[in-house]
Each structure stands twice: as C-alpha cells, then as structure tokens.
C-alpha cells in the first residue's frame, strides 16, 4: 500500500479555492481538482475547521521560548562567543528539559533533532552558519582600541549583572597556544552565512 501524502496543496492555492467557491464561481469538486486539495481538506476549511498557519508535527518550543534562544545565540556572539551547531543543539535540549517541554529530542545523546535546527534557522533569518576566518592577533582588526574596549565594557557589564565572587574569576595565559589560528568549527552568527555544518 502506498505511503500516504499529507499536505501536498500551497496555502495560496487553498486561499483560491475558497475565494472561488464562495463567490460561487466553481463547485465543490471543481475546486478539489483544479487546486489539487482533498475534498476533506476543503471541507474544513470552508467550515472554519482548521485554523492553523503551520504543517506538520507541532513546535517542541513555543515561538516565544525560541525567540529567547535566537536573542541568547545574539548575546553570546556579542561576547565573543558563538556556539556551533551541536553546541546549540544541546543547549536547546537543556533549555526544554530544565523547562519541563514535552519535547522530541535524542533524551539518549541529550541533543535537540537536526529537523529541528534546520526549522529553527528558516524561521530566524538573522541568524545564519559561518566559518571564522584565521587571523593574526597582531593584524586582527578585531582587537583593535575600540574592540577591546567593548569587550572590557561587556565583562564588567556580566559582574555587575551576576554579582561574580574573586574565587569564581579564572585568568588564563596564552602557554601553548598560537596566536595565529585556523579554525575548523563553523558556528552561529547574525552575520552571512558560507555554509557547512558541524
């Protein structure tokens, strides 16, 4: 027996459809056939049945939790640090369990689905996948007067905000590590994407 298809109709033809046989330009079939829609599709449209926007199996996050996530991928970018894909991932899985979500992610691996990414980055398009280019520190425009500051204003900005105890401010130096680097994890950002995932 072949698979059934579920919503193989575009909304613009569904909004047609309607328009057309309310107006009483076609009949009930005409319309089924001419716009490719099931004829209980058209039904409950017509009786005001079916009021969604969106196909498919429900969000695991409201529009509102996810918008929060969206706005604190922003932030971390902001700080100098961009999460990758599995990185965010993750985090979304801790942000629905710690929320009590009846959600679908991989509870075994504790990662959100890449359905479910792939859906979050179509519906926030300031979003985008990038690579950071290698760089010298001594070249690097980003640490430049104006950069550094910035970044000493955000520092001070997270201790007044979390109220950060001396024994809880680590110093790290720089034994071991080039200051020229390459690196191979591409993360998220609010700038344009290159592509590839991790």
């Known amino acids: 027996m072949a698979k059934r298809k579920y919503n193989t109709w575009k909304q613009e033809d569904m909004d047609k459809a309607l ?3 309310r107006n009483g330009e076609i009949g009930f079939n005409e319309a089924c056939r001419r716009f490719n829609i099931p004829k209980p599709t058209l039904r409950r449209h017509l009786k005001g049945l079916n009021n969604r926007k969106k196909f498919g199996r429900p969000n695991d996050m409201s529009p509102e939790m996810e918008e ?3 706005q604190h991928l922003m932030n971390l ?3 100098f640090f961009g999460l990758t894909t599995t990185e965010f991932r993750k985090l979304a899985f801790e942000l629905a369990e710690k ?12 990662i959100a689905g890449k359905k479910w990414y792939y859906r ?3 519906e926030h398009p300031t979003l985008s ?3 950071p ?5 001594a070249r690097s425009k980003g640490f430049n007067k104006e950069r550094v500051n910035e970044f000493f204003d955000k520092y001070e900005e997270i201790l007044d ?11 790290m130096d720089e034994t071991a590590l080039s200051t020229v680097h390459k690196p191979t994890k591409y993360f998220l950002s609010t700038t344009k994407a290159i592509g590839g995932t991790s």
């Open 19 to 21: 328009e057309k046989h």
């Open 68 to 70: 929060i996530l969206a």
């Open 77 to 79: 970018e902001s700080c």
């Open 99 to 110: 929320a009590q979500l009846p959600h679908r992610f991989n509870k075994e691996k504790k």
């Open 120 to 122: 979050f980055m179509k």
């Open 129 to 131: 996948l990038r690579a």
């Open 133 to 137: 280019e290698p760089t010298s520190m």
């Open 161 to 171: 905000k979390y109220k950060f105890v001396d024994h809880q401010i680590y110093n």
